[in-house]
């Protein structure tokens, strides 16, 4: 019976232990992802385990496991005696990314076409012009890397209400699990990016919202693949981010931005805070109350 009681006691303690140090674990995760999707470490940024640990206010071990997470799921690259940095997508990752991205988004969008609400593909008109209108300013005022995150956000929350209403949770796991969206971001914080044609997401929603599937397929794949502009594109933003990363190497670069701990940001499970400045979402709002919106 002591020996019954002794195990009970103990085993919460355990537990704990196991709780807490999971979620520092995840505090680390989170935040060293954000700096990363927010541009403040760059591809090619060497990381160093002591040094995030100290301004996490964590140990080693946590800060460990996340690097390690992070590198499974491709956001950092870990090599014996090279050290841990953010990593640098050669040609084939990009190329790679967006086939299956088109892959799993015109699916995405074949289901949505035929399952989708009334009111859930007005909801996706409503997005897409929000969206539209924060690209036509990034394109012509330009922008920080906190405005492009932002912008950024808007496109996440985008595509996967797409795939929340296609009615598909394979299909919507599918798409969080290989950080489709997400890992697009990485691909594009260093790249100088061709300006979108006017209406680009609200055409793309266009042909969702018509009940055509195969429509809504084809404009999904010449949607994504726009993104990438073809080989020569891709190639492109991949040789951006190495001359980026060989500039950094070069200049001696060793000062990591400051990492806080901040939100889970990106989760494409939440309804993504956009952070898109109040002017414009007033503006859009007051488009849709009335009808309107862009042309």
Known sequence: MHAMRTAVKIGPVRSVRAARAATLSEKAYL????????????PGTPLSRRRLARELGMSVVPVTDALQRLADTGL???RARAGTRVRVPSQADVRELYELREALESQSARLFAERATPRQRLELRRLARKLDALFDRLWTNGGDDAFRF??????????????????SHLLKQMIERNHVL????LFDVAGRRTPLPPRF??????ALVSGDPKKADAAMRAHVRYGCGGSGECGRLHDEQRDDAR???AGGEKVQPRIVPLRAVLDPS?????????EITDRIDQGDAAGGGRP
Do not use: C, K, Y
């Open 270 to 278: 939440d309804d993504v805070g956009t952070d898109e400045p109040a």
């Open 201 to 206: 997401h609200s055409e793309l929603v266009e």
């Open 150 to 167: 932002s912008v950024h956000s808007q496109h996440v929350r985008l595509h996967m209400r797409i795939a929340e209403h296609a009615g």
């Open 31 to 42: 935040a060293i992802r954000e700096a990363i999707l927010r541009g403040r470490l760059r």
């Open 247 to 249: 500039e950094q190497r």
């Open 76 to 78: 950092v690259e870990i």
């Open 182 to 185: 997400i890992l697009n971001w």
